[in-house]
């Protein structure tokens, strides 16, 4: 299904019968790159200039994860499973080769359809990633709110469900209020990217309609990410580029040093005083760098 006229709220049936939404910006013709959100987060994440695209040839493809968006809940989902929607989508679109981009929790999606899907993922970019949370030290140098809905969502989901239930109830009920909010807790290396122009409209709007649905989606994709990932980083094969600011507090950047250590196949590119939303000033380079190689 395609609304005429509108590219930012297609939805596309998978093989179960679940609904899968997504959107496209950029270059119809252009080298696919699926992107995959951060947390709490939703299909219109995405460049604030579709120039950019245009100057580097690319059909940006975001997808709304089960439970975000439009696409439906699903019951049981493992992180390894988004490839096979990925998959399915691309067959849908005509893609038979592709990149993909993930952002915060996204980068564990990227990985995993890089892990499994070797044949059709050309390369791999994931910015202010998280790491395995199993790992020694993982939540070190983390604030407690993040440390708390990190441990809660591996070892106790039930509080990290009612985190997110608070958080939905936030960013519903007043939108500037909400902006304000946000913009109170944000350290000082993501203030100066988030008030360029357009770009904290884009932020709180794509995590309005991540929180559609409800919180449930959420809360599920913080499980996935926090817990084993079901799959062995040391055989991923697709190139994967690293981005990751020094001074990110969300996801303390030993996260990337352990994903460029375990990696068989990474480029890893550190920014100094760059914070968690280093990619709102670096889109352009962070796909120029992915698709031209």
């Not at 998280?130 to 709110?145: D, S």
């Not at 020094?246 to 460029?260: F, K, M, Q, S, T």
Request: aromatic letters at 8%; one cysteine or more; glycine letters at 10%.
């Amino acid at each position: 299904m395609k609304i005429p006229g509108d590219r930012t709220s297609q939805t596309f049936v998978l093989t179960d019968g679940r609904q899968l939404g997504f959107a496209e910006y950029g270059v119809p013709t252009g080298r696919p790159v699926f992107h995959f959100h951060g947390s709490a987060s939703s299909r219109l994440e995405r460049p604030s200039s579709e120039g950019l695209l245009d100057r580097l040839d690319i059909r940006f493809i975001a997808v709304d994860r089960p439970g975000h968006g439009l696409s439906d809940f699903q019951p049981g989902r493992r992180l390894i499973d988004w490839a096979r929607d990925v998959e399915q989508l691309a067959d849908h679109l005509g893609v038979e080769e592709f990149y993909v981009c993930g952002l915060s929790a996204g980068g564990p999606h990227a990985l995993a359809c890089a892990h499994q899907l070797p044949d059709r993922v050309l390369a791999g970019a994931v910015i202010s990633s998280v790491a395995p949370m199993g790992r020694p030290g993982a939540y070190q140098g983390m604030p407690t709110p993040n440390r708390l809905l990190a441990r809660s969502s591996r070892h106790c989901p039930w509080v990290a469900r009612l985190i997110r239930r608070a958080m939905r109830t936030m960013v519903m009920r007043d939108v500037e209020k909400a902006t304000r909010q946000l913009m109170s807790s944000i350290p000082e290396a993501d203030k100066s990217v988030l008030y360029e122009p357009g770009e904290i409209e884009i932020i709180v709007g794509s995590i309005r309609e991540g929180f559609r649905q409800g919180s449930r989606g959420v809360a599920q994709d913080d499980t996935l990410t926090n817990r084993d990932w079901g799959f062995d980083l040391k055989r991923v094969q697709p190139r994967i580029d690293l981005w990751h600011g020094d001074a990110d507090v969300n996801v303390p950047i030993h996260a990337a040093e352990y994903l460029r250590d375990t990696l068989s196949n990474a480029r890893a590119t550190f920014l100094p005083g760059q914070g968690h939303f280093l990619l709102l000033g670096h889109w352009e380079e962070v796909l120029a760098a992915l698709v031209d190689g």
